[in-house]
């Protein structure tokens, strides 16, 4: 059977492991699939206990229904993890026979206690924190929503970063957020009507870097042109991009490094800060251009 890792959101649980979906059921008194388990075992446990010969007697209506109502939950609950469910669902049509008994009910209930507790055995949940629930299933985007509606093609590649932090994997996450910055060189190249490079030895960050460096050199030559308006923003997206080429985006392509959660979340956070600067002037098409023809 393949084990299936199911996010939740657990505070009490110890983060950063795997733990046995069974032992988490036990642990989980709030979730709806230990609720309706702990009320059908008590079910079963008074009638094994009961002295009236009630498991001879058939089921009534009112606890019919009742337990179609728990048998459904559980039913749902397993659905979700992706455990079979063959044998609940005929638990619940045996339920519907007229002379379904609460012995009958003991008994199958019993056997599928028995098969769940096995196959869950073999599935895992991953507990994460609340905060770590924030970044793997975020309610707003991680980067913004500036960012989310300028750069659109940044979408999946944030939200891999977001898990990766979330899981605890932060040289994955760095990975991630480093990645993010080739769509804004793109965007940035575009702006400053750069043609995208066609061969793949002008694809690398510091060619591309350099044929921007040039044209914003010629578009504002001298310290003084690059003071205020597009001169100072390209000006600084330009160095700011330079700065994280060598200590971040180069050493992150080589096996030997690594990096620690502290070490990615700060790669993340000024990542994003640079991406929102970049989406506040231009989308990932580059548009609004920084000029509307070449400088003479």
Same mark, same amino acid.
């Given at each position: 059977m393949t084990t299936s890792p199911i996010p939740v959101q657990f505070d009490a649980l110890r983060p950063g492991r795997l733990w046995s979906l069974w032992d988490i059921l036990e642990k989980? !008194? /709030? @979730? @709806?699939l230990y609720r @309706? %388990? $702990? !009320? %059908? =075992?008590r079910e079963q446990t008074t009638i094994e206990r009961a002295e009236d010969g009630r498991e001879k007697i058939r089921v009534s209506q009112k606890h019919r229904d009742g337990y179609r109502t728990l048998l459904n939950i559980v039913s749902e609950q397993l659905g979700v993890i992706g455990v079979s469910r063959t044998a609940l669902k005929r638990l619940l049509i045996d339920l519907e026979g007229e002379k379904f008994s609460y012995g009958g009910f003991n008994l199958q209930f019993k056997a599928l206690d028995r098969l769940l507790k096995d196959e869950l055995s073999e599935a895992f949940l991953l507990a %994460? /924190?609340?905060k770590e629930l924030s970044y793997f299933e975020p309610t707003a985007p991680l980067f913004g929503k500036l960012v989310e509606d300028q750069f659109p093609c940044l979408i999946d590649e944030i939200g891999e970063a977001g898990k990766c932090y979330a899981l605890g994997r932060g040289t994955a996450c760095a990975f991630h $957020? +480093? =990645?993010? %910055?080739? @769509?804004? +060189? =793109?965007a940035l190249s575009r702006c400053l009507q750069i043609p995208d490079p066609t061969r793949a030895c002008d694809r690398n960050w510091g060619a591309m870097l350099k044929i921007v460096k040039d044209k914003i050199d010629a578009r504002w030559p001298g310290s003084s042109t690059r003071l205020a308006g597009d001169g100072e923003f390209f000006d600084n997206a330009y160095a700011g991009l330079a700065a994280m080429q060598n200590p971040w985006r180069n050493s992150t392509m080589h096996l030997d490094q690594k990096y620690t959660l502290d070490e990615a979340k700060h790669i993340f956070e000024v990542v994003k800060g640079f991406m929102t600067k970049l989406a506040s002037r231009m989308n990932e098409d580059g548009q609004p251009l920084a000029w509307a023809a070449q400088p003479s």
């Open positions: 989980l !008194d /709030t @979730a @709806a @309706a %388990l $702990s !009320d %059908l =075992r %994460l /924190t609340s $957020s +480093i =990645r993010c %910055l080739e @769509a804004g +060189i =793109r």
